[in-house]
């Protein structure tokens, strides 16, 4: 099984978190945090599967927040 890694940042001008991933292809937002790691969680493998990629085995998340101007 195949592990994913995942970019997840903040938005702040949107005040969401976005998640990307080429690998599957993914690009997700998420009001909270815990929100945008369960749709990442069921969208990533259905989108796998659809793409016929490797199977999910793990997720890899890489998460960035920065605040401020």
Not at 18 to 26: G, I, K, N, Q
Request: hydrophobic letters at 45%; one cysteine or more.
């Amino acid at each position: 099984m195949k592990v994913y890694m995942v970019n997840i940042s903040w938005d702040c001008h949107s005040e969401t978190w976005c998640a990307v991933c080429d690998e599957v292809p993914l690009a997700l937002e998420g009001a909270s945090f815990d929100e945008l790691l369960t749709r990442i969680k069921i969208a990533a493998q259905e989108l796998v599967e659809i793409n016929g990629g490797e199977p999910v085995g793990l997720f890899h998340f890489v998460a960035e927040r920065r605040d401020g101007a």
